[in-house]
């Protein structure tokens, strides 16, 4: 991540940022909160924000057009970079962090709350990578699922049929472990 650090130096000293921030708080938060139910521990979310604020910074260099809906672009590539992050690490070493990075001040927690976060924790360990990121996408992030669509190139169909097959296995292993 140091690299990453260097770049979006690099970047500024360039010119290619004026002082704004390509992301806004909402989008910083949502970005955050992607990153974080993807797996990402808590100490890793800030780098990842700003692997998400460095593309889209590369973006505007090359040239390219804005993305259409900047904060679904950026839940994407938030979603694409935890799952990287899955690839790199094995995912049961990390689900304490990850459970501690998903509670939130203004949520109490009781025995109720911690038991079922962890057991949606683990049903979303044990989906695939390409469920788990439309379930993420869809209901964490709240994206509609033609942004979904348009943002991992896939028809809508594919994404509705991941977000089915992924609530229906999710649901299953709730009420297999006795959850809900």
């Known amino acids: 991540m140091a690299l990453l650090r260097r770049k979006a130096r690099r970047a500024q000293e360039d010119g290619a940022v004026h002082g704004d ?24 979310l800030p780098d990842g924000v700003q692997q998400v604020r460095l593309r889209l910074l590369e973006r505007a260099a090359k040239g390219y057009e804005a993305p259409r809906d900047v904060s679904a672009w950026a839940a ?9 992050w899955h690839r790199a690490k094995r995912r049961q070493e990390r689900l304490g962090e990850r459970l501690a990075s998903l509670r939130q001040h203004e949520h109490p927690s009781g025995e109720d709350t911690s038991v079922l976060s962890l057991a949606v924790a683990r049903g979303l360990d044990d989906l695939p990578d390409a469920q788990r990121q439309v ?12 942004s979904i669509a348009q943002e991992l190139g896939v028809p809508e169909g594919t994404v509705k049929s991941r977000l089915h097959t992924a609530v229906r296995a999710l649901r299953a292993r709730l009420h297999e472990d006795e959850v809900v």
């Open 21 to 44: 921030d390509p992301l806004d708080a909402a989008q910083e938060r949502r970005v955050r909160a992607v990153l974080a139910l993807g797996g990402v521990p808590q100490a890793d």
């Open 76 to 84: 994407v590539v938030a979603s694409n970079l935890a799952m990287d």
């Open 135 to 146: 379930l993420v996408l869809r209901f964490y992030a709240d994206l509609p699922v033609r």
